[in-house]
């Protein structure tokens, strides 16, 4: 974490502390680490004031647990005070491996089970907490953010929802579309991107890359994806494609529109390597086919950038797809639950993102901008120069 200035003379708004429910114990914990490494380390003014108790401590993690009776109704408990902090919650709201009992049945937690708790944590508070943030990586309902005919408008509901009863900022990772927010126009916001994880841990593993615009190109997936693309290419300094889903609007399969066709728009990618970036993987069929065809272009290697790999009908397709050689490594990040087989999947790579995250919560708690944060170009060309350059280190 860079050691800015800013944050060595701001104030902290309120005494920090972090709620992780149980759908993101593992991320919360190692965020908390991050925390106490940072506050131990910085050379802040305040740090020693009397006035400002706790700011290094060895743990900003607060007790709070979501119990459920027998009828599978639930509380929100808070086993610590949370009078006058600067409080964020974090959840995960894709996280389908936690079970609960009803009437004897065993049910996994959905996500609006997992919405709910946030909701009756929040309630606990009592009004208490100076300030309330809400950290949801997976926007819920992040999908259904638009309305077409007779539907519901879930995500804009949920965000009103969250902003009347009392949350101050939501932060989230990619959301499927950031204008979403419009619902709560004076409420904060903020939408980050992977862009540097995933440029990390590619050039980490793969060392024979040129990136420049003859050899490698940036792909997005669908027109949904295409400003992601536009970004990271930039960046990169290199060029773009697309291709267009053709959808038979007639049919609905699990929620959606089925597609019939994908159709490239770009320059010619033979024996380029081609980087696709996308906001998430849900059953993968559609990634899948644009590496395929992709590999019948003359692709020369493949990589899959993701930030959210939920992965719902299973890993199998993704065997089959690499033992083909349809792509050669995937890029997810550690935000959402991950089906524990794909650690010890050959093709994987899992973007830390608890220490960007615990970052983002100390910037955010001294009220220091963000611009830096949310786009992280000038680091990313310097991983990027470096790495044309062949500087490595251990982390690099």
């Known amino acids: 974490m860079p050691q800015l200035k800013e944050l060595e003379h701001a104030m902290p708004v309120a005494p920090l502390k972090l709620i992780a429910l149980n759908s993101a114990t593992a991320l919360g914990n190692s965020i908390n680490r991050y925390l106490v490494d940072y506050r131990k380390k ?48 974090l959840v ?3 996280n389908h491996s936690i079970t609960y009992n009803v009437n004897g049945f065993e049910n996994c937690m959905s996500p609006d089970d997992h919405y709910q708790d946030l909701k009756r944590i929040i ?14 990586p997976f926007l819920y309902e992040g999908r259904q953010h638009k309305r077409s005919t007779r539907e519901s408008l879930d995500c804009a509901y949920a965000l009103k929802e969250l902003a009347e009863m009392g949350v101050a900022n939501f932060i989230t990772f990619d959301a499927h579309d950031p204008r979403v927010q419009n619902a709560t126009p004076l409420y904060g916001f903020d ?44 960046v990169l300094g290199v060029n773009t494609g697309m291709f267009y889903k053709r959808r038979d609007y007639s049919v609905i399969v699990n929620g959606k529109n089925p597609i019939v066709a994908h159709e490239f728009l770009g320059e010619n990618i033979d024996g380029k390597d081609v980087i696709i970036i996308d906001d998430m993987i849900a059953s993968g069929e559609s990634m899948l086919d644009t590496s395929r065809q992709l590999k019948e272009m003359n692709a020369n290697r493949v990589f899959i950038c993701t930030t959210f790999g939920l992965f719902t009908n299973g890993l199998a ?18 935000l ?33 901008s ?16 470096r790495y044309n350059n062949r500087i490595f280190d251990d982390d690099n």
């Open 123 to 136: 309630a606990a508070c009592n009004g208490k907490a100076h300030r309330i943030n809400v950290i949801m």
């Open 92 to 94: 995960d709201i894709t």
């Open 370 to 385: 963000m611009a830096k944060v949310l786009t992280p170009t000038e680091k990313i060309h310097d991983i990027v120069n």
């Open 42 to 89: 910085v050379n802040n003014s305040f740090k020693n004031d009397p006035a400002f108790q706790g700011y290094v401590s060895d743990n900003y993690l607060l007790h709070a647990e979501c119990p459920r009776f027998g009828s599978g109704e639930a509380k929100g408990i808070l086993r610590e005070s949370v009078r006058g902090t600067d409080l964020y919650i």
């Open 317 to 334: 397709s993704f065997d089959k797809a690499y033992e083909k050689g349809y792509f050669d490594y995937l890029i997810t990040t550690n």
């Open 191 to 234: 939408n980050f991107s992977p862009n540097y994880q995933f440029t990390k841990e590619l050039l980490k593993h793969v060392r024979d890359l040129t990136i420049d615009k003859d050899h490698t190109i940036v792909i997005s997936p669908d027109e949904g994806a295409l400003d992601r693309a536009v970004y990271f290419s930039t």
């Open 336 to 368: 959402t639950y991950l089906n524990p087989e794909i650690y010890k999947k050959p093709y994987a790579l899992i973007a830390d993102m608890s220490k960007f995250l615990a970052s983002i919560i100390d910037f955010s708690n001294h009220d220091i």
